[in-house]
């Protein structure tokens, strides 16, 4: 799980539930409305790398034409897995996945597979 630090300055949409939730953490917050400010605030803040994730993440998702919510934690450990390896499909990366989950004893969470330390 992500905590957000006091010195963390958070970039969202236009999304209003955003603005309180900076308001009450007291964190420095840049609302990005496309429509008003366009897609870039002072030069640097953006919220286009969130964008990008998302996009890729439901080109992927979309494969499978609907995942079971109670495996979605599974899913996503998955597709952050092949993000990190570059969805570079090599036997060996392959085969890591599958001796890796296999020697575990318990369920996988994203958390775990994030722990791993895989080499290519």
Known sequence: MWIM???????TDAWRAYMTYAKEKGMEHYRINTSKTGHVIKGIYHIQNVNGYHARLSQWMNHFKGVATKYLDHYLAW????EMKGFDATTSNIKEVFVRTSLCEHHLKNEDIRQLNLTI
């Open 5 to 11: 630090k006091l010195r963390n300055i958070l970039c």
């Open 79 to 82: 597709f952050q897995f092949l």
